[in-house]
């Protein structure tokens, strides 16, 4: 049975930092690829990073490039989201995701995900 825990999440000032952690398990991470979504309210869905199950592919949508760092630890099977320099439009609930593949795909997770954590961004 696949299950993704994310934690992690929380309150912080614009221009802090938080790093947001994935427990997987019924698949291992070196065989698939696993990433990060995000949705505000009254908006829709955001791709926001993917690191293939190789681990040396990384992808990440626009809005985050050069703030956000993704990685994983293949042996305690954890998948993690570094966010640096964050801004109050990064506030959403991060949901971590996979499309069951080895490869990432364009940031699209429609396969199975978790029950998210909440990021908010404020002063």
């Known amino acids: 049975q696949v299950q993704l825990v994310e934690s992690g999440g929380g309150l912080v000032q614009p221009g802090g930092s938080l790093r947001l952690s994935c427990a997987v398990s019924g698949f291992t991470l070196d065989k698939y690829s696993i990433g990060w979504f995000r949705q505000a309210p009254g908006k829709e869905r955001e791709g926001v990073s993917c690191?293939?199950?190789?681990?040396?592919?990384?992808d990440y949508a626009d809005s985050v490039k050069g703030r956000f760092t993704i990685s994983k630890d293949t042996a305690k099977n954890t998948a993690y989201l570094q966010m640096d320099s964050l801004k109050p439009e990064d506030t959403a609930v991060y949901y971590c995701?996979?499309?069951?593949?080895?490869?990432?795909?364009?940031?699209?997770?429609?396969?199975?995900w978790g029950q998210g954590t909440q990021v908010t961004v404020a002063s």
């Open positions: 995701a996979t499309d069951y593949s080895f490869y990432c795909s364009g940031l699209k997770f429609d396969e199975y």
């Open positions: 690191i293939s199950g190789g681990g040396d592919l990384t």
